[in-house]
Every structure is written in structure tokens, then in C-alpha cells.
């Protein structure tokens, strides 16, 4: 029997963003004291059934690993790419190498978010693709989730999210509000591994009637091309291993192979997140102990803002607010594509039989190859070259992960087509018109066009979905 307890419990003081009118006649967001579930407490209430609490905490999952994704991809974005004052030739070859790992780990952590939504989807839920604005503190951890360069106190950040907070000296416990009753006694929470387990265990003991949702709406590997194996690498082509979740038992598989390649043996002998981040800190101690010895500069990362942002900055010391152009109107564009992005894969997890194959193809075609690849990164690495605020050379703007609505599934298989087809346009005749600026970076126009050949793809696609069957 499920022991009772208060609602109450079940919550934390916290904060949601809200949206609020705001720069431009975009949405901006701002801060409001809510409460929000608070997953490490894992209060079990009569009150909510199994179901119920598992998509509460798959959320939670799915919000973390989401952040995490951003984190490691803005971390290696901001590592060094040319040799240069402060950077050997020399040194340059660990820098490399130290960006490619991390782009390895942000891969696998798109990985694991998608496992998550797999797992939702099986069990009847909407895909989760939405999570809070950074910098947010995320509930029972130590640190916040925001935006950082890389620096070797990231690295131990970083090893803290992957391997349970284990440096941590003193117990993390729940706070406790006057208002929400009193708990059973403090816990002592270690973040995503505790919540995985209690995954697992709702997995386990909910069995195989947990899983109503349509099978179809499933992504594997082989529907987006990624089964081919890599020589040393972690998962398919782009180290990614995929399953279909349909039972108790895929459903066990998906959340241990997120554990196993985030925490891995924590021995550092395997090729978990946490061993590859053990190897990174063990190599700039090393690079950074031979700088100090010859007496020259050691600055393996570029002079990126913390916690750049568009908006809410409310005269908050946490945050870079991007002021400066061209990078405040590149940002936007952005984060314009970054939501279009999520739209895409909310509607791709999302999925089900009713779509045709060419509306599953042209959703697969935009959002996982030319959307990440022609559009997301290289408009992020043209931000790290620009200053963020007038006035200023440093700090350099980065891109900033914001989204201004809901990321939710838009229901009409044909109104999605038309509403994605639309913002792509405007993204492809923003990304122009600031190209032909006087000051803008030369690489926009090459964006530009790669959007261009993206939207007669996903025109031709959708046309060919749209054509009456036999």
C-alpha cells in the first residue's frame, strides 16, 4: 500500500517563467515565485498514481538532460579554434580534442533526452521538449543550470552532474516551507541518478499495463539513419543508440543506457560522460601545470558571457544581456530557429500513423541534419565572434537557448506544415537583410542560402505529402 502524505509535500518554493509582452514585440519572460515539483523529495502520495508521478519525474528528466545538451554544446563552443596569444599550436591539439569530446557528450545527452521522450510517448504522454529559461536552479542540486565557457571549475560542475554530486561536502537537503506541512525527515538527494532510480522502480513495479501509448510514435535509430556503427565511438554514426520503447523491459533498457553512458563505473576506466570529463580535468591540470612552469598564459577558452540573454535581465548579476549589434539581432534569429527546432521535434516524437511518410521525412529531414547543422551551429559559432554589449570587446555573446512560447505539438498534421513552412521564411529573410548589413559577419550570407535549399527541401516534401494516393 502506498503510504499517504499532503500535497503539499510534493512542492517547493520556486519560480516559472511567464511570459510578459517584451522586446520588439516578442514575448520576453520574467520571474514569479510559484511552486514547482520538487522530484528529489520522491514523495510517494497516495494521491497520485504511478503514471501520474512517472511522467512527473520523465519531465523532470527530460528538462534536465535538455539543459545539460545546451551546456556542453555552449561549453565547447566556446573553446579556442586557431592558435593565438595565450595558445601553443601545441596546446591547441588538447583544445580540439577537448571540444570534441564535449560535442560527443552533448550528442548523447540529445540522446538521452530523446530516450526520455520515448519513454513518455510509451506510456501514453505528450513529448516534454519545454524546460525553464537559464540560469535556473533546478530542485536538490547544488549548482544552477546556466550557460558557462569552459573553465576547469565547469569541468568539476560538469562531473557533478554526471556522477551524483559526489564532491559535494555537506548533505543536500530539501527545504522545507512552513506552509507545506512538515516532510518524514531531511533527505539526502544526489540529482539525476536518484531520480533515474526511482524511474526504474515505477518502470518495474508499474509492468507492462503502464505502456497505452501508439507504438508508431517510436524513434529508432534506423528511422533517422543513425545505425550505423563508428569506429571507438559511443553509439550509431552520430553516437547515437536509439530504443523503441514498448514494455517494462525496453523501457528498463532506454533509462540504463542513459545511466550507464552519463555515469558510467565512475572508476574511470569506461567511456561514460563522467570518465571522459575525469580524462579532460586530469589533461588541463597537466596543460595548465606546464603553462605555469615555463611562465606563459595558458586561455584555452574564448572570453564568452556568462548567461548570455535577450531578455528579463531586471538588473540580475548573473547574466550578460546581449545589447550590442549585430550579435543582438543574429541572437534573436537564433532563438527563432532554436524554437522551430523544438516545434519540429515535438512533432516528430510525436508522431503517429495518420502522418504520411512524407510528412515523417521532411520533419526528419529539417530537424535533425541541415536545422542543427547549417543553421543551429553555425549561427552559434558566429555568435562567439561578436561582442555581447555596446561599448565593450569582451565579454563575446554566445548563443543563448531562449524560446518565447510554449514548445508544444502543433495538433493539425497540415497547419504545422504552413506554420513551420512560415517561420522558416522569416528566419531565411531575417538571416538576408542582416547579412547585407555593413557590419555583418561574411559567413551570414552562406546561412542564409543553406536555409534557402532547407525550405525548397521542405517545400518539395511537404508538396510530395500532400499528393493523392492510389
Known sequence: MRPSCKVGQLFDEGAMDV??????????RTRQSTQQLNFGALIRCAAMSER???????QDAAEIEHGLTCKYLYAALSLRRTPGEGLT?????????????????????????????????????????????????????PVPMALAPFSANLVTELLGWEGQFAMTPAPILVPVHPKHGTFQGPKRITALPLLYTRIAELLNSGGDGLFVGPVDSQVNGTELTLTFPRYKAGGGVYDFNLIEVVDTASAIAAINLVRTEGEGSQSGEDT?????????????????????????????????ATNPILFRPDGRPDVVHITAQPARDIAL?????????????????????????????????????????????????????????????????????????DVSILPSTDAANVIIGERLTAIHLALTEIAATPDAPARLATIADSVALMLRKWRSLIAASSMPTE
Open 19 to 28: 511570459a510578459v509582452p517584451g522586446d520588439g514585440g516578442r514575448r520576453a
Open 89 to 141: 599550436a601545441h596546446q591547441l591539439v588538447s583544445v580540439m580534442d577537448w571540444a570534441q569530446v564535449l560535442l560527443l557528450i552533448a550528442r548523447q545527452e540529445m540522446e538521452h533526452l530523446a530516450l526520455v521522450n520515448n519513454v513518455l510517448s510509451a506510456i501514453g504522454n505528450a513529448p516534454h521538449f519545454s524546460r525553464p529559461m537559464m540560469p535556473t536552479v533546478v530542485s536538490s542540486v
Open 333 to 405: 534569429v537564433f532563438c527563432e530557429a532554436y524554437e522551430v527546432l523544438l516545434l519540429l521535434l515535438s512533432r516528430f516524437f510525436g508522431h503517429v500513423g495518420a502522418e504520411t511518410t512524407a510528412d515523417v521525412s521532411a520533419t526528419i529531414y529539417v530537424s535533425f541534419y541541415p536545422m542543427m547543422t547549417m543553421l543551429i551551429r553555425p549561427l552559434a559559432e558566429v555568435l562567439t565572434t561578436l561582442p555581447a554589449v555596446e561599448g565593450s570587446a569582451t565579454p563575446l555573446a554566445g548563443p543563448t537557448f531562449e524560446f518565447y512560447s
Open 52 to 58: 501520474a508521478e512517472l511522467s512527473a519525474l520523465l
Open 272 to 304: 561514460s560522460h563522467f570518465a571522459r570529463l575525469l580524462r579532460i580535468q586530469r589533461e588541463l591540470a597537466s596543460v595548465e601545470q606546464e603553462a605555469a612552469a615555463s611562465g606563459q598564459p595558458f586561455v584555452p577558452a574564448l572570453a564568452l
